[in-house]
């Protein structure tokens, strides 16, 4: 009668949003401040005042004919060439506002990309561990998901990503800090990994696209730069969203920019245009597209979530746990203290503490802790953390 | 390397598209009062105050993790059930929150219930002339779009139906009032439809789906009362968009309602959850569900629609053009004056009249004139009319 894997996705919630509808459940009875829910990216912190500032302007000056009415299906060209002159002067790039399409955000970006890109039977590239979702929408095209390992410091294992792209490769997808380990891939890591696709686009004698998810890209709590992909690879794709730098996750607003050096450039944005309407992408929302131009270039007080990854890092080193240490986004990747990450959850979960297992991002053994979440939060989190670690230690 | 049939839908914006782009640039040439430019249905009068005040009035006062953050997937419940209770009232029948999916509007919808419901090879049956984007999104999915033809009124020819209906039949989508001839399917037109169905549910032994899509049910200019199909047929879907009766086009938002009385009910709502996830629909925008619940019931001042339509209804009219009587939505649609339509609206460009032809709604020989323009346009645009007029006939 339907189609069972569809089905499955729509009854099984993720285990992301089980824990996070269970902790709901659990507020009720024990109170919100008695469990430590660490269970989903949804930004803690507010957005940044010119957000609210910018969008009460615009509905108290403009027409609303012209403010809230539909725009090209890629989005308002202005908008478009304002995302494009900010890229090219904040990452010294050259791409141009023609090859942006303004997406609800990065999910639809992510979904529209392998629809426009993956035929049945081909192969998508990820990095073990990552984030779920890319499974479920190169599976809803029919294609196949190969995870590439990580190497000590959670980032790409070369050795096997050349293993394992093969004549069907046809995408590659990174993001960078990453979810769920905060790992950032720095320019050498960026350059390697252009350096064998490159190899491999000759080898077989078609395109292997780069594309790079960059919903944390200004969540970076150190000096470091980021590394455009544009710069580095020709066919290479960025998805980005407002979602967590700005702190507007519920109102979809991304895009998905084609970097105009890509082979066959036109093409390629054209199919991707293509892909969008056969998914019932017809505009990405005009209010938000209208604030795109004024919030370029701003994001949400990141200082509050560098203060909560180094107060929570640190106490769980202290303790004694195996902690990545996270560069960017708003997650800590920590060592289960069993085999079971599944199980270590479960375990979890008697002290009031919702950590998410790392099976579903094709990786075993850990969890990810996002600490977007109130200070006070991660404060009375400690003695749960401590509880938990000697109730396996001692 | 790329699909063609998505590189086709990414290059040939529609027929629509086009002429509302030679618009623009012809607009540029001769200045924006002398184009008469009745392609596009984007509304023309501006949201009622309601939506301004009330998006102000949540900016501002709103906590704004809460107003930008996620909610769940099928929306927030709280804004699921206002809309039922709404409904309830309105239409005196009985849905609820938990059956209803918030989306990012009517073609959302659509892709969405198509995605959810309809295997390859399977057949959707809709009603000539429809709204071309039904062949997409059945396309997308590997399904066979169906037109049944209409009746001398423009309502469907029920003898061709019952012989359209065959097997693979999966479902059935109308619109009304529809687009592109304001048709309006009266009480009894949605209940000789229903017997139908059921006549055939029950030969063939499994359910036939009834997708109304919705976009249009305030736009009605008489006393009708809307026949609201969860009342006459179980296995039914509403599909609805907020975008034209509170001129919100590009803001995205509108719902998916399964009616309880489907046959099973939660594995139908469930599919439609998954189908959504893997097309990348995560929540619909945020700061828009939070305004549901104040918006209900209101809409544009749909008299300067009606005053719109009978003016330039009774101008045609009297000129000599035969024209489709509109009960609802801001269409008219009129008899070419030579058989091929699409040249018929290359001979209008002359008069600087943009008129769309019926070809893309599966009908041939008809002309869509979107009327939800200024008034001075309709006016000033007579003449260009009678001068196309005279054109053929003298």
Redesign the interface.
Known sequence: ???K???????SQSTI?DLYTYGLARKKVIGDDNVYDFS?G??????PSV??ET??KL??EE???K???????PGNIDVRDSIATYLNKTYNTAVIGKYIFLT??A??????VT???V?PNEEVIVFAPHFP?YR??T??VGGKLVTVNPDPDFLPDFIDLENKITNKTKIVIYDSPNNPTGAFYTEETIKKMSDILSKKEKEYG?PIYLVSDEPYRELLYGNEKYPFVTNYYCNSIVCYSFSKSL??????IGYILVNPKCE?VE?????????A?????????????NMVPYVLGHTSNLEEYKKNKDTLYNALKEIGYDVIYPTGAFYLFMKALEEDAEAFSEVAKKFELLLVPSDPFSYKGYIRIAYCVSYKQIVNSLPAFKKLYDYYKK
């Open positions: 009668m339907f189609d894997k569809m089905l499955d996705i729509g009854y949003r989903i949804n930004p803690s912190i507010p957005a957000v609210n969008l009460i509905l108290s027409d609303s004919v403010i809230h009415g539909y725009t090209v299906s609800c955000g999910a639809a970006s992510l979904a529209i629809k426009a890109l035929f979702e479920t929408y599976e809803a078609h702190s507007l996750p519920g109102e979809r066959d093409d390629v944005y054209a199919v991707i245009c293509g892909a309407s056969m998914l019932g992408y017809i505009c990405a929302p005009a209010l938000f597209q």
